[in-house]
Nanobody, 122 residues
Framework: QLQASGGGAVQAGGSLRLSCAIS????????MAWFRQAPGKEREFVAG????????FYADPVKGRFTISRDNAKNTVYLQMNSLKPEDTAVYYC?????????????????WGQGTLVTVSS
């Protein structure tokens, strides 16, 4: 139901745009988020957006570099990543929550995409 794409290999300072295409049902009233998981580390919150797109939230390491957005008409959520750093290397997952508010906890998200790999070289 959630299909993430757009990952790839870039050099430090480069940009990528991830997309999360939603199919099978709509999540227009659900908060959506991006998480990432680096090798040997736990999955962590990256960015979240409320149902309307009017409120966005970011983890401190990505503030000012990443932008989350959504197009409910296209059933798609995006993550624009600029000024990428080697420490951004991870598998990125999109997720949808049945709750009302955006949260940063993995356990509050009910639907997950398969992940897309982002590799940033120095």
């Amino acid at each position: 139901q959630l299909q993430a794409s757009g990952g790839g290999a870039v050099q430090a300072g480069g940009s990528l745009r991830l997309s999360c295409a939603i199919s099978g049902r709509t999540f227009t009233m659900n908060p959506m988020a991006w998480f990432r998981q680096a090798p040997g580390k736990e999955r962590e919150f990256v960015a979240g957006i409320n149902w309307s797109g009017g409120s966005t939230f970011y983890a401190d390491p990505v503030k000012g570099r990443f932008t989350i957005s959504r197009d409910n008409a296209k059933n798609t959520v995006y993550l624009q990543m600029n000024s990428l750093k080697p420490e951004d290397t991870a598998v990125y997952y999109c997720a949808a929550s049945n709750s009302i508010l955006v949260t940063t906890a993995v356990r509050h998200y009910d639907y997950w995409g398969q992940g897309t790999l982002v590799t940033v070289s120095s």
